[in-house]
């Protein structure tokens, strides 16, 4: 910790996987506060696909209980690592259920999807008021305090599924309210593939943060 804060005072400024049209204000408030340069450079375009452990119980279950045969005409069940990026991006999303980790916000907003916000911990809370309140893309299911891994159920924090519902069907909800939030969320998507195409403000930065290098 304190050789990154060593690293920061000395640095001239920082360079942040996110574009500047999604967050302007926010980097004006850090440029202005700091008094440092931001370098918006876009999210990551390299994906980690990773495998994943097997939940004995939860395999049982689905087992016992045939949930994958029964919803095998309206769902499917994936093992592993998810193609996040990819299932975003399909035509028959109609929103996201996020932890709001920066990584799954972005990858939400740049597929032009609104959120359903469940954050647990540390920055997810300031990611999920960016894409609820200051965003306008976001249902929260109601969470506003961190948990502690492992100790949900002693938290008291833990949301019940009619929360859960309840945010969904106002995320989908076919109203004045839940247009505005899709049609923003459209918006949003829209501005974030030019930001990261060719000429768009995250290629530009990189050519900046080289001439102040230099």
């Not at 304190?2 to 004006?28: C, H, P, W």
């Not at 390299?46 to 087992?63: A, C, M, T, V, Y």
């Not at 029964?70 to 990026?85: L, N, S, Y």
Request: net charge positive.
């Amino acid at each position: 910790r304190v050789t990154i804060r060593g690293a920061e005072q000395s640095a001239d400024g920082i360079v942040v996987n996110t574009f500047e049209e999604l967050e302007a204000e926010y980097v004006k408030e850090y440029t202005r506060t700091k008094g440092d340069k931001v370098w918006c450079i876009g999210p990551p375009f390299i994906w980690l696909i990773r495998g994943g452990e097997r939940s004995q119980g939860l395999e049982k279950w689905i087992q016992e209980e045939g949930f994958e045969e029964r919803t095998k005409e309206r769902g499917f069940i994936i093992r592993g690592w998810a193609p996040q990026v990819l299932l975003l991006s399909h035509r028959a999303i109609g929103g996201f259920l996020t932890h709001c980790g920066w990584n799954s916000t972005l990858e939400g907003v740049s597929a032009g999807v609104p959120l359903v916000t469940y954050p647990l911990f540390a920055e997810q809370f300031y990611n999920k008021k960016l894409a609820a309140q200051v965003l306008g893309i976001g249902v929260s299911v109601g969470i506003e305090a961190t948990v502690t891994w492992g100790l949900e159920d002693n938290s008291g924090l833990v949301i019940k599924r009619e929360k859960v519902k309840e945010a969904i069907e106002k995320l989908m909800d076919r109203g004045k309210q839940g247009e505005k939030r899709r049609k923003r969320a459209r918006q949003l998507g829209e501005i974030a593939n030019r930001a990261i195409g060719v000429g768009g403000s995250c290629q530009k930065q990189p050519s900046r943060w080289f001439e102040t290098a230099i």
